[in-house]
């Protein structure tokens, strides 16, 4: 069983789109281990974008990110890293597959609707930068 971090951005949120990237992943057979909505501060989204720092997109993503509350979920499943990045689609949206969470809900590269872990590694990291550790629960 696995952990996985997921990022529901400002874009989706506005849209009212955490209902349907919610039930997707339950759909899917995911299960929600820690969920909440926040605003994030500008350090918050710079050290989680850390290793972007040198792109040049890095302020703008920065600034988008903190321009509306945000929900931040820890997933838990079977092969749950590459499961929910299946469910979310290329980064950019144009090269998305049709049903996916990207190519339904992404206004763009930036406002790519959804954040997930590209490792298990990464999702370790990632989820111990949001969460501590008695907000995970175990759901299996
Ligand atoms: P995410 O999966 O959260 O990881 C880094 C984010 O940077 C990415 O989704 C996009 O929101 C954003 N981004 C903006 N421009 C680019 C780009 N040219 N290439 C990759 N990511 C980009």
């Not at 990022?7 to 759909?27: L, T």
């Not at 290793?51 to 979920?73: A, I, N, Q, W, Y």
């Amino acid at each position: 069983m696995e952990r996985t971090f997921s990022i529901i951005k400002p874009n989706a949120v506005a849209d009212n789109n955490i209902g349907n990237v919610i039930a997707r992943f339950e759909k899917e057979g995911l299960r929600i281990a820690a969920l909440k909505l926040t605003h994030l501060s500008k350090e918050k989204a710079e050290g989680f974008y850390i290793e972007h720092k040198e792109r040049p997109f890095f302020g703008s993503l920065v600034g988008f990110m903190t321009e509306g509350p945000v929900v931040l979920m820890v997933l838990e499943g079977e092969n749950a890293v590459e499961k929910n990045r299946k469910i979310m689609g290329a980064t950019n949206p144009a090269q998305a597959e049709e049903g996916t969470l990207r190519k339904l809900y992404a206004k763009s590269i930036e406002a790519n609707a959804v954040h997930g872990s590209d490792s298990l590694a990464s999702a370790e990291r990632e989820i111990n930068y949001f969460f501590d550790k008695n907000e995970v629960k175990a759901r299996f």
